[in-house]
C-alpha cells in the first residue's frame, strides 16, 4: 500500500484485502509540524515487507488508485495521488479545494456545536435566546431577530453561511434564482390559496417536522464529510483523467460507512415531497390541492400526506405534476424511480416508494 502524506491531521482508512476481499479499516495519523506518519489498523496485523502480490494506493484528501494485481519486483512506479489531482484540477482549483475544505473542516469542529445550538433553540422555541446567539454572526441591523420571521431568517442565513465553503455556488445561484422569481408570483397570482398552503402545512406540524429533519441531515453530514473528502475534490478537476471511474476510488469510506447517510436523507427528501408538489399543483392549477381532475389522483396529496410511507407514486401521472424544480432522478434499493431531467413541459411520473421501516 501507497499511503499519500497530505494535510489533514488524521483520516479514516478504507482498503480491501486482495486475498480474501475483507474489509481492511483503520486510522492514519500525520505529525504536520514534526512531517511524522503513522497508522493504526483495527483488523489486520502488519507482517515483515516481501515482494507484494498487490498494489493499491490511499489517500486522505484525494482519489487513489484501486487495488490491483501487481507481478514484478518490490519497488512500483506511478504518479503519487498528489500529483495526479494536481494535473487534472490545475495549481488554482487544486489551492481553491484545499481552501474550502480546511475552512470547512475547522468550521465543523469549532462553530457547529454553536450553529447547531441556535438551531436547536429556533426549533425549541427559545426566541428569548437567538437575538443574542444570532448577533454572533449575522449584523443586527439586517438580521434584527425580532419577530418570527426574521427567526426564520435568521437561523436560515446562519446556515447557509455555515456551509458556504462548500456549497457549488453556481448551482446555489440558479435554484435560489428560480425560487425567488417563482414564488412572489405564486403569491400575488393566488394569494388565498397560497396563504392555505402554508396553512395546511403549518397546522400539520409538517413545517415543523421538516425543519427537524433537515438539520438531522446537516447534522449527519457533518459528521459523514471526512469520508467523502475526495469525492468532493472532483469538483474541482479542470479534466477528468480518462477511466477515472474504472482506475480510482475512495480509501476514506467503506460503503458500510455513508449507506445511513444516504438512506436517511433519501427518506426525508421522499416525505418532504408533497410539499413540492402542492407548490407545483397551485403554479400549474390555482390550488394546491388540485392534481388531475379524478377522483383516485385528487385525494393523492393528502393520502401522502398522512402515511407517505405508502403513497403509491405510480399514481401521479400529469405531464405537469412536477417540473424542473424536482432536477434529478432517485433510484434506491427502496424502489423509487423518477424521470429526469423533467421540464416545464412534463414527462410522465411512473414511480413507486414501497412501505419500509
Known amino acids: 500500500m501507497?499511503?499519500?502524506?497530505?494535510?489533514?491531521?488524521?483520516?479514516?482508512?478504507?482498503?480491501p484485502c486482495g486475498k480474501c476481499g475483507i474489509l481492511i479499516s483503520g486510522t492514519v495519523y500525520f505529525d504536520q509540524v514534526k512531517g511524522g506518519l503513522r497508522?493504526?489498523?483495527?483488523?489486520?496485523?502488519?507482517?515483515?515487507?516481501?515482494?507484494?502480490e498487490f498494489y493499491l494506493e490511499a489517500s486522505g484528501e484525494l482519489l487513489a488508485e484501486k487495488l490491483k494485481r501487481h507481478s514484478g519486483g518490490?519497488?512500483?512506479?506511478?504518479?503519487?495521488?498528489?500529483?495526479?489531482?494536481?494535473?487534472?484540477?490545475?495549481?488554482?482549483?487544486?489551492?481553491?479545494?484545499?481552501?474550502?475544505?480546511?475552512?470547512?473542516?475547522?468550521?465543523?469542529?469549532?462553530?457547529?456545536?454553536?450553529?447547531?445550538?441556535?438551531?436547536?433553540?429556533?426549533?425549541?422555541?427559545?426566541?428569548?435566546y437567538l437575538p443574542g446567539e444570532v448577533a454572533q454572526y449575522l449584523p443586527t441591523s439586517k438580521f434584527p431577530m425580532n419577530n418570527e420571521a426574521e427567526y426564520l431568517r435568521g437561523v436560515h442565513q446562519l446556515n447557509l453561511l455555515f456551509l458556504w465553503?462548500?456549497?457549488?455556488?453556481?448551482?446555489?445561484?440558479?435554484?435560489?434564482?428560480?425560487?425567488?422569481?417563482?414564488?412572489?408570483?405564486?403569491?400575488?397570482?393566488?394569494?388565498g390559496r397560497y396563504v392555505d398552503l402554508l396553512k395546511h402545512f403549518a397546522e400539520q406540524g409538517l413545517l415543523q417536522k421538516y425543519a427537524e429533519q433537515l438539520l438531522g441531515r446537516l447534522a449527519d453530514f457533518v459528521d459523514k464529510f471526512k469520508y467523502m473528502m475526495p469525492a468532493f475534490a472532483l469538483r474541482f478537476y479542470q479534466k477528468?483523467?480518462?477511466?477515472?471511474?474504472?482506475?480510482?476510488?475512495?480509501?476514506?469510506?467503506?460503503?458500510?460507512?455513508?449507506?445511513?447517510?444516504?438512506?436517511?436523507?433519501?427518506?426525508?427528501?421522499?416525505?418532504?415531497?408533497?410539499?413540492?408538489v402542492a407548490y407545483n399543483n397551485l403554479r400549474y392549477r390555482g390550488d394546491?390541492?388540485?392534481?388531475?381532475?379524478?377522483?383516485?389522483?385528487?385525494?393523492?396529496l393528502t393520502i401522502s400526506l398522512q402515511s407517505p410511507r405508502e403513497t403509491d407514486f405510480s399514481l401521479w401521472t400529469d405531464p405537469k405534476l412536477?417540473?424542473?424544480?424536482?432536477?434529478?432522478?432517485?433510484?434506491?434499493?427502496?424502489?423509487?424511480?423518477?424521470?429526469?431531467?423533467?421540464t416545464r413541459q412534463g414527462l410522465p411520473v411512473r414511480a413507486r416508494r414501497k412501505g419500509y421501516t
Open 240 to 276: 477528468k483523467p480518462k477511466g477515472l471511474k474504472k482506475d480510482k476510488g475512495i480509501t476514506t469510506a467503506s460503503f458500510e460507512d455513508l449507506k445511513g447517510f444516504y438512506s436517511d436523507t433519501f427518506e426525508v427528501l421522499a416525505e418532504m415531497l408533497p410539499l413540492l
Open 39 to 52: 497508522y493504526e489498523i483495527h483488523n489486520a496485523s502488519e507482517i515483515g515487507e516481501t515482494v507484494p
Open 74 to 128: 518490490s519497488f512500483v512506479w506511478s504518479p503519487p495521488p498528489f500529483f495526479q489531482a494536481l494535473w487534472a484540477m490545475g495549481n488554482e482549483n487544486y489551492g481553491e479545494f484545499k481552501g474550502k475544505a480546511l475552512h470547512f473542516l475547522a468550521s465543523t469542529r469549532f462553530e457547529w456545536p454553536k450553529v447547531r445550538r441556535i438551531n436547536e433553540l429556533w426549533l425549541n422555541k427559545q426566541y428569548a
Open 2 to 15: 501507497r499511503l499519500q502524506a497530505g494535510w489533514l491531521d488524521e483520516h479514516p482508512l478504507r482498503v
Open 322 to 342: 412536477l417540473t424542473d424544480w424536482y432536477p434529478r432522478v432517485w433510484t434506491t434499493n427502496y424502489g423509487m424511480q423518477l424521470p429526469t431531467p423533467l
Open 288 to 300: 394546491y390541492q388540485a392534481m388531475r381532475h379524478d377522483a383516485e389522483t385528487s385525494r393523492l
Open 165 to 191: 465553503p462548500i456549497l457549488d455556488h453556481a448551482r446555489f445561484g440558479k435554484q435560489t434564482n428560480s425560487i425567488f422569481r417563482t414564488l412572489p408570483v405564486l403569491a400575488d397570482k393566488h394569494a
